[in-house]
């Protein structure tokens, strides 16, 4: 509010040196926020989990169990990655990387069939699921 009100007062060279001014300020401040948000996305990654790709040109059905009859809760997007927390067996599936009967758990209560994660082994890669 100042800055408009001396922009008033004092007229069109000052204006545009205030919003020169306001305008680097808007600019510290944003680039400020970034960097603390890349900052804590970073630490963050560093923390999280593998995460494996979903086979190209898929959108895979994210299911509430270890098999097709389950609920599908989601659908993930193509070009998807997931992480695995833990593995477990189930139904057996046919997809991109061959039949398989293991299941990844993405999440709590979230399933996909392996064979459509690149994990890059037909066995598991994480802990069974408990």
């Not at 997007?77 to 046919?94: A, E, M, T």
Request: glycine residues 10%.
């Amino acid at each position: 509010m100042a800055i408009e009100e001396i922009a008033e007062t004092t007229g069109t060279a000052t204006i545009a040196t205030a919003d020169a001014a306001a305008s680097a300020t808007e600019a510290t401040v944003v680039t400020a926020a970034t960097d603390a948000t890349d900052a804590t996305a970073t630490a963050g990654s560093t923390a999280a989990a593998v995460t494996y790709p979903i086979a190209p040109g898929y959108q895979v059905n994210v299911r509430s169990g270890p098999g097709t009859t389950y609920k599908v809760v989601k659908v993930l997007p193509y070009n998807s990655r997931v992480p695995i927390r833990c593995q477990r067996h189930g139904q057996k599936v046919s997809g991109p990387y061959g039949t398989s009967d293991i299941w990844d758990s993405i999440a709590p209560g979230q399933y996909v069939s392996d064979a459509y994660v690149r994990t890059g082994s037909d066995g598991f890669v994480a802990a069974p699921c408990g």
